[in-house]
């Protein structure tokens, strides 16, 4: 009866550890994944203030549209429907 009291607690003992551990797993994880959106979300950020600074340099918005004209454009945009391509008969495919 004294032997298997003891490999119950040794029982719950590993059982605490392995919570342990797999809370640390899921912490770490947790840690990994927000430093990697961190990451991007800087990249991302870099990319446009270069964009904008190169955009600012050449001055020329039909080469290179400044960050702002381009959102607003694609905005602009994104909800039109794209226009019916004809065939040679001059109706639309659909």
Do not use: K
Request: charged fraction near 25%; aromatic fraction near 8%; proline fraction near 4%.
């Amino acid at each position: 009866m004294l032997s298997v009291l003891v490999e119950d607690r040794s029982g719950d003992i590993d059982d605490a550890e392995d919570q342990l551990d797999f809370t640390a797993e899921r912490r770490a994880r947790r840690r990994r994944r927000a430093r990697h959106l961190a990451m991007s979300a800087a990249g991302l950020a870099l990319a446009a203030a270069l964009w904008e600074i190169a955009a600012l340099i050449i001055n020329d918005a039909t080469f290179l549209p400044t960050v702002q004209a381009t959102v607003s454009t694609f905005f602009q945009y994104i909800g039109q429907p794209y226009p019916p391509r004809a065939t040679r008969c001059g109706r639309t495919s659909w």
